[in-house]
C-alpha cells in the first residue's frame, strides 16, 4: 500500500460576472435578500454554447500545468458534475476527448455537492492499491442553463454559479510520514429517502410515457427545487458530524486543522458549523461571495483561490466537508 497526495490544482470561471442586482433585474429577488440569507454577492454564467466539459477542460490544463504533469501521465479522469453535457455519454468522455488522452479510464461521479469528494476518494482507492498512479480529478458545472428563473424558481436560481476546479492526485513512493503531503482519509455518507428535497425530477423513466414532453416543460418538472429549510436543517448537523469523524479516525482535534475548506451553499450553513466545532472564522476559507454555489466545483476552486491568495501552503493541513442532494455528504483531509 502507498499513500496518494494531491499534486496541484486549477481553476476556472466563465468571464461574465451577474451581481445580485443584475439578477434583480431577471427575476423578482434583491440584492439584500441574498446577501443576508446567502452571503452571495455576485456568480459567473457562461454564455453561448460553452459547457461543463469545455469549463473542466480549463481547469484541467490549469491543474496539470501547476501539477507539472503532463497529460500523457494520466491514467484515469474521474469528473464530478449535476450538470452533465449530455445525459450519456459521461461528461469525463467529452473531457478526455477534449484534453487528447484516449484510452485512458474516464468515470463520472453524480453525487452533487459532494461529487469531488467522492471522487477525491476514489482516485485515493485506486492510487493505494497501486493500480493508478495520477488520477485528474475535476467538479465542474454550467448551472445557469438549467435554472428557473420564474417566481417560482427564485429560492434556487439565485443560489448557483458556474464554474470548475481540477486537481491531480498523484502516488506517494510509500506511506506517508505525519508531515509529508498526502490525503489522510475520506469518508462518504449518502441517504436516499431525502432524494426529492433537492432534485431535477425530468426528464425521468418514472412517468407514465415519454420521459420529457411538452406537458412537463410546461410544468417545469425540468428544472431543480429543493425544499431550502430541510437541506439547511440537514447541512448544519452533517458536516459537522462528517468533519468529527474525519478528524477522531485520525486522532487530530480542530486544533490541528490549518484550513478548513468547505463546500459553498450558504456562508450561513458554514458559519453555524464553525460555531458548533469552535472553528476560528479566520481558518475558514470561503469563496462563495463570488461565485454562488458551483456545486461539485466548490472545493477544488476554493483550494485553487486559496493557494493563489496565499492561505493554503505547502504543509498545512486541510479538512474539506460538503453536504447536499442525495442527500449525501462527505469530508477528507489531506497534507498539501
Ligand atoms: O449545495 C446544495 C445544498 N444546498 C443548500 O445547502 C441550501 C440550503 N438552504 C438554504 O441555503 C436556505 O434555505 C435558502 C437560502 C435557500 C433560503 O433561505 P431561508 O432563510 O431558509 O429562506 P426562507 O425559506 O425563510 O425565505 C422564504 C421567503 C419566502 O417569502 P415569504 O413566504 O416568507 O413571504 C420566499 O418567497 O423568502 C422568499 N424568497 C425570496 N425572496 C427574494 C425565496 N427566494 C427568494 C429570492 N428573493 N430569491
Redesign the pocket.
Known sequence: MRSSKILGVGSFVPPKVFKNDDLAQMM???DE??SQ??GIKQRHWVEGETTTSDLAYEASIRALEASKTKKEELDMIILATLSPDHEFPGTACFLQAKLGVPGIAALDVRQQ?TGFVYGISIADQFIRTGMYKKILVVGSEVHSKGLDRTPQG??VS??FGDGAGAVVVGACDSVAKANEPHILSTHLHADGSFAKE?WIQAPSLAYDGPRLSNEILARGDHFPR?N??T??MH?VKRMPEVLVEALKSNNLQIGDVDLFLF?Q??LR?NEMVGKQLGISEDKIFNTIQKFG?T?AATIPLGMDEAVKAGRLKPGMLVASAA???GFTWASFIFRY
Do not use: P, Q, Y
Request: positive net charge.
Open positions: 423578482d429577488t434583491s435578500w441574498i440569507r446567502t455537492c427564485r429560492e439565485v443560489l433537492l429543493m431550502g429549510k437541506v439547511f447541512a463546500h451553499a450558504n450553513i454555489n456545486t453536504f447536499g442532494s
